[in-house]
């Protein structure tokens, strides 16, 4: 219910739609989909209006002889079915040929073979269950990762390394692009393209466990030079805590469970079993995008994660509440 | 075969699909119940007699909690020094040698307490619950978990040919030929 609540409240409609295209690939998709759409209705129609008439000559039919007569089957009709019957297979293999030619002609369209050497690297590594970016550069000091938040240049293609780290998950952006999945041990590539800004949203779409249908993520698509100040901002360790409650949060993160999982670049924490929290606040969206990165919901997920998304990774951290409200403090100064 | 009979199957049908399987996937031991056991360790105890550390730990029967626990073991670096149980800069675990005691209530004690040379205390970083299905791996890889729970050493612990053990919760005392 929050998740609906959430997606409607920030008005989400068609930010996860193939139908809504925003990138070369989906477009190609979307020409493809409405042109299935359109066969197939008419189609229907067809076959409907075939059945029906049927049913109204048979009806005719049994009334004129009665209903007990047996039916004859002269050598005419016989032939005339039999004409029916062929013309009825053959168009169903032409049509069916036709959506297969134009299946194969977009799927050559949108093949990774066009995308440029040098262009942006992203590798999607996929975890149970949530989402991690790092953008790969040629020199390391350069490299970041950005959980669960997916930010690209608008009007440059992407290249999409995957991979998994644990059971197949499948990477899907509707609005730019079909799915590909993440096998663990292999990677494969794609690419993708915005051409308009926005926000989008992708999804797990390959069934990974228990919290698959949580296992969602934000692509924030931004002008390049916006685009490289937000590189630039996520490259920074994590600002030092400006009060004493800070102060005291990031002792409580540190003393408590959390560095056992997390990073937080810039301090001691560095285990990469967690999402990287060193820019936490900057994000829209908590626990894989299900819920909205709020005051409330970052306590609530840090108190009990076991009753947003029953089955995850993360244990329930009790903890006294003054030290619960510094640690929020503190996380919520990481922008 | 009379309507009957057939509502009779469809609603067998049916309602069988009502009974979900229920798997509660954290069920965190009370913590009133299991107070910080203070354990005897070895013979060698100084102070008063120290009662000897008994009963089961809380998840040496749940294959899940024992599959989570081998999970935590390398997420939280145990491999680091004790390798996949057979030991490093740390001891093994998959002998029959344990120098503080292999009660779950000994090996819990040895987590969050930390040992003398170089064994870190986790106490107070690694939740109680998560603490409990660590002891249940580490139980399990010393084969002192019901057979049920945990079937078999996983394959990389093995040097030669698996070692059959005869019935549920035998424990294999005879270690494996080495062929080298």
């Known amino acids: 219910m929050n998740a609906l609540a959430f997606l409607a409240g920030s008005g989400f ?34 076959v409907m209006l075939f059945f029906i008439a049927g049913m109204v000559r048979g009806r005719r039919a049994r009334k004129e002889r009665g209903v007990e007569a047996p039916m004859s089957v002269e050598p005419g009709v016989e032939r005339r079915m039999m004409r029916t019957i062929v013309a009825a297979v053959a168009a169903t293999v032409i049509t069916l040929f036709g959506l297969l030619v134009a299946s194969v002609a977009t799927g050559r369209s949108i093949s ?31 490299i970041i990762r950005s959980p669960n938040e997916l930010h690209i240049p608008v009007g440059q293609p992407v290249r999409i390394l995957t991979t998994s780290a644990d059971v197949i998950h499948s990477f899907w952006v509707p609005n730019l692009h079909g799915k590909l999945d993440l096998i663990p041990g292999r990677t494969a590539d794609t690419w993708i393209q915005a051409d308009r800004p926005g926000v989008y949203r992708g999804q797990c779409a390959e069934f990974c466990g ?98 947003t998304k029953p089955g995850n990774l993360m244990p329930p951290n009790p903890m006294k509440s003054e030290d619960l409200q510094a640690l929020l403090a503190y996380l919520e100064s990481l922008r | 075969m009379t309507r009957n009979g057939i509502l009779t ?47 089961r730990g809380p998840y040496d029967e749940n294959a899940y909690s024992i599959s989570q626990g081998q999970r935590l073991f390398s997420q939280y670096n145990c491999v680091g020094c004790h390798a996949h149980g057979g030991g490093g800069m740390g001891p093994a675990l998959i002998d029959d040698t344990w120098i503080y005691g292999s009660e779950p209530q000994n090996i819990y004690a040895t987590i969050l307490e930390g040992r003398p040379n170089g064994m870190p205390s986790f106490g107070g970083h690694i939740p109680e619950q998560q603490a409990w299905q660590i002891v249940a791996y580490v139980r399990a890889m010393g084969r002192l978990v019901p057979k049920a729970a945990a079937p078999g050493r996983n394959d990389h612990l093995y040097s030669g040919e698996s070692p059959q053990a005869s019935g549920p919760g035998e424990e294999l005392r005879q270690p494996a030929e080495h062929p080298r």
């Open chain 1, 210 to 307: 228990h919290q698959h249908a949580h296992m969602g993520f934000l692509v924030i698509a931004e002008p390049p030079e916006r685009f490289a100040a937000w590189w630039e901002r996520q490259r920074q360790p994590a600002p030092e805590p400006a009060t004493p409650l800070q102060q005291r949060g990031r002792q409580v993160f540190l003393s408590q469970a959390c560095p056992l999982c997390h990073t937080i670049q810039g301090t001691d924490a560095g285990s990469r079993v967690g999402p990287d929290l060193t820019h936490l606040a900057s994000r829209r969206t908590l626990a894989a995008g299900t819920l909205p990165n709020t005051r409330g919901h970052l306590g609530g997920w840090i108190a009990d994660p076991q009753s």
């Open chain 1, 112 to 142: 990774p073979l066009r995308v440029p050497e040098d262009a942006l690297t992203v590798k999607v590594i996929g975890h149970q269950w949530w989402w991690d970016f790092e953008y790969q550069h040629p020199e390391p000091y350069r």
């Open chain 1, 13 to 46: 409609a068609g930010r996860q739609s193939a139908l809504n295209p925003a990138g070369p690939q989906a477009g190609r998709i979307e020409d493809l989909w409405w042109l299935m759409f359109w066969v197939c209705t008419a189609v229907f129609v067809l």
């Open chain 2, 9 to 55: 199957i469809l609603a067998v049908a049916v309602l069988g699909g009502c009974e979900r399987e229920m798997r509660p996937p954290e069920v965190l031991p009370s913590s009133a119940a299991r107070p910080r056991p203070i354990v005897r360790q070895t013979t060698l105890q100084p102070g008063r007699p120290l009662a000897q550390a008994e009963g």
